[in-house]
C-alpha cells in the first residue's frame, strides 16, 4: 500500500492550512475534496450554473494535477443550497463529463461556509 499524498494546483485555490488537503492520491485512487466558486471575494457569480461550472473544473483539474485524467472520475458527490435548481447543475455536468459518466450523488444543504456559495463537488478518480 503506498502513502498518502496530498495534491494541490496554482490554479485552484489551497484550503485552509492544516485542516485538509484538496485532494489526496492513494493506491492510484484521487480523493478530491469538496470544491466550490468561492475565492478571497466570494464566488465571481451568483449563478448555480457558473459556480458548478467552477466547481467542477477545479475537480478536474486537481484530478489532472495527480496525474489523472478527466474520464477516468468515476465517482461525484454534488452538494447544492436549492435543489430546485439541479438542472442548473446537470447542464454543468453534461458539458464536463461525456461517454461513461460518474456514478452521483445529489443533496441539498442548508448552506455552505460563504452564503454566497451555492454548490459544492466532490470526487473521486481512479488513475
Known amino acids: 500500500m503506498s502513502e498518502p499524498v496530498a495534491i494541490s494546483s496554482a490554479e485552484v485555490p489551497g484550503p485552509v ?16 475534496s469538496g470544491q466550490h466558486a468561492g475565492g478571497p471575494d466570494g464566488p465571481a457569480s451568483d449563478s448555480m450554473y457558473e459556480q458548478a461550472r467552477e466547481a467542477l473544473r477545479r475537480v478536474v483539474t486537481l484530478v489532472e494535477a495527480a496525474g489523472g485524467r478527466r474520464d477516468r472520475i468515476v465517482k461525484i458527490t454534488v452538494l447544492v443550497t436549492d435543489m430546485s435548481r439541479k438542472d442548473e447543475v446537470g447542464r454543468a455536468r453534461r458539458e464536463t463529463f461525456t461517454g461513461t459518466v460518474p456514478a452521483a450523488t445529489m443533496m441539498e444543504v442548508s448552506a455552505f461556509i460563504d452564503p454566497r456559495l451555492l454548490v459544492e463537488i466532490e470526487a473521486v478518480a481512479h488513475l
Request: net charge negative.
Open 17 to 32: 492550512p492544516g485542516l485538509f488537503s484538496n485532494a489526496v492520491v492513494c493506491d492510484g485512487i484521487v480523493y478530491v
